[in-house]
């Protein structure tokens, strides 16, 4: 709540405008009213507070006292105004100066002559401006909150403003949008009839958005409507005076003259954000929009940290005097000019995120005073850059051409040593910006960027910046040094997509019975999503998996009508496509099974699975009618003979099984794929997410495509974002997905290509809520699966789902603590090894825990072990490394990795009342969870008898003992040791 506060008007003269006169004058009366306040007990808590971030400006607030005596938990904010007739608005004017070089020496960055021309003080004027006509605005919302036709324009501001606060914007941010500007942007709207009276909030909201989205006020500003014919300055004068110009309704004050370029570009495009999440038909944007706070980390895909003195400021004194000595603001303004500059088209924003100084402060405490001869301590500045995945790889910098002299000299002069004729194919010779780096390392250019031009421009130190950008990347490292900090993955993907094309290629001009028609991969590595995609490496002992790839053959109607014929006819096929490749100069080697063909090309193996149609026709057939025929054995009340019911059960799950593996899957992949060449950051970030998963024991408990799924979700409008180019923050996005989006009464809807209609959508999510009991606990719809339970179907479990929506709260709530900067903390605020904790799980709450021997598992070298523990257990190595090494020999068959093997086995036998957690990126520990039913003592029963202990005559409970001595006995030389919880 605010309250205006008059000055006394005989205590302010005609030329009190000049040299901060007046702004003293205010602080002195401020001064004043809370000394007052000190000895009322009405209201308590009276400290200081600045007027829109501004050093010059401040206000009082206090907290009232009610009559109950409880303190109220609203703030009344005190802001001083004074009358309009005061001043003469023409000596106020963006052309004038009001602020004297030799009367406020104090605040230049240097010492100036005396001679020196004045300059304007277009924010000064306005600073002084704004307390003359703030009664005046006031009434004119006023009038629009009281009027009778205009029923929802306090609803719509409070939404307005609480969209901005959710974007970090407001009044404690200087030069943003703050609520008061909100609410003239929705009378502005009203008075010019771009609004009907009539309007909903939603409606005003929307508007108001998009007006924001829309609008170009850095160039062309907009004033409100008036009556007065009194004469004021020309929008052109004040486009050249502000950054950004939104004029009040007196035809003076602009309203936005605090804000920059960099804070509007901020609000444009979380405007059009807002706007693309309203207009999406997939789900409802309310809560990503109004309900969720968007911190800076999980905001911007990197921090830029800088640490800066006042010496950055010497050589624009006249920009340093219109802003009071405000030193910070001036340099926050020239690094964002800067980088804007240098980033090119590789920034989509940068904006700062701090102001370098508190807002507030107690009345026994000395005031805020920025002038740069006041502190010459060295200040610690943050930036948030939004980066562009799409060219941020990019490794050269075009200039102009040679024969255009002076812009060549510019850009010569802006980049330094850097720029160098250059002349390319096209045969065009200009001057260019070339950064000579490996594949895996274009991802820092834009890093190499801000040190090389921050150095040059604004003499800053190396020691004084710090660019915090995807620090998970050594979690993703996980080749032959898992230690070194560069990921790989993508361009391991790459490499096998690049043999596979090969290979098809090849293989389609093989001659055989029938015609190769597609050869789509469906592993994770073709998507981009494997966490340790295969690379070539010089380990004999590297796990190697098996890339799946369905292979369809071209139509035909002599397929056997019998699934067993049919069973053996592909792998008739299977030998004759292994004869074909043998025959072929191809360098490969393959291996026939009955269910599958793997080719060794290239240091990696392609597992393909033939698909027919015939087959799926069978299984769908054969299970529809003995469907039937149970359903009217169950309508005559006649006995269902033994069996029906199970073969009906495989039939239905054969059926499934093989839509899913040859249709569906096939069709995610692609999609997912799709989207990863669109946006480079979404494979690594469903990296990060299995990754992250997997640190937590759930790799056998929810679907890989689920998981890949879920993170291309939250990588859209769920977020209520712009897409990230940081696998980072994107992958702290899917946390806060997961632990906010309401699994138990929406669908996941799916649709990056936007193909699904807004009818579907609306009938899809109609038939969920009717037959929400029937459905999986998560339902993840896409074009592809519009029933939604494809790959959350058996899981994950509801009891699963609430421990993953559980650890990624408390992991999110990390991420945000380890990865904000804030006032106190130093320039670098974050490591590689900060946010590890973040993958590293407790083992409670467990009942057994079964640790196996590493050297045994295939894929132990992926493990994040080395990274969160460097010294880790070795009691199960025997003898020196190398001789450890030698003795884990690679598995005969690719893709067999003993440890999910084994969860299999005990799964089978131990049943559904047991769950088993395990990492399969290098884990070496299966954590055993019992149903707590049958750890309590219950009646007697054959069925549960086995591996069970008598408690006393009539009950018995389960043996832990018991249980582990058969898991001993399964797991065999693969354990190390178990432990009882």
Known sequence: MRSFNGLVTCAIQDKDYLNNRYLFKRALYLQHIAQALQGYDGVTDVHYALFNGNPL?????????????????WLLRLLPAVSPEVFKMSKLGPDRNCLRHTKNSSLLPRAREQSAPETATARYNNAVLQDLYMQADLEAISKWSEHERCADFAAAVLLLKTWLRQRNMGSHRRGTMNGFAATMLLVHLLETRALPLEASSYQMLRKALSFLAESQLETVGVAMKTDS???RPSLELLNKSFDVVFMSSNGFVNILGDMSKATYNELRMEAATALALMDSNTFDGFQPLLMTKMEPSLKFDSLLRVRVTPSMARSYDAQVLDRGGNWLDLAQALICTLLSRGLGDRLRLVVPVNQGYSNTWQLD?????????ANSEAVVLTFGLVLDSSTLTRTVDMGPPAQQTEEAQRFKEFWGEKSELRRFKDSSIVEAVVWDCKEEEQGLIFKWIILHLLQRHARLQPDDIYVHYHPLTTVLSCFDQPAVAMDRGSLASQRVLRAFEHLAKQMRRLSLPLGIVSMQGVSPTFRYSDPCPPYPTANPTAFQPALEVVLQLEASGKWPEDREAMALVKTAFYIKIAEALDSSRLDCDCTVTRGYLDVQYDEYVFRFALFVERELHLYTSQHQRAADNLARLHTNAQAIPEGLQAEVDELAHHARLTTKSFLT??????????????NQAFGPTCRLVKRWAGAHLFSSLVEDEALDLLTLAAFGHHS???????PTTGFARVLRFLSTFDFEHDAVIVDPQESLSQQTIVDVQRHVHDVRNTLPPVVIVTPYDQVGD????PKPTAMVLRRLVAYAKTSLEQYIDLGTPTETTGLVFSTPTTLLPLFNTPLTGFDLIVKLKAKKLPRAEEGLHQLLAPKADTSDQTGYKNLALGSRKRSSRPGLDYLPELVTLLQAELGSNVLFFYDQYGGDRICVSFNPKLRQPHDFNMAQLHNSMPVDEDQ???SLRELAGVIQTLAGDLVHSITFC
């Open 57 to 73: 400006k401040p206000i009082l607030v206090c907290r009232p006292v009610l009559s109950d005596g409880k303190t109220s938990k």
């Open 229 to 231: 014919d009194v004469e």
């Open 365 to 373: 405490q000395a005031a805020i005073n920025l002038a740069p001869t």
């Open 665 to 678: 899957l096939p069709a995610v992949t692609g999609m997912l794929h799709a989207y990863h060449l669109k």
């Open 720 to 726: 209520g974002q712009a897409v990230p180019a940081s």
């Open 790 to 793: 494809m790959f959350t179907r």
């Open 956 to 958: 018995v409970q389960v």
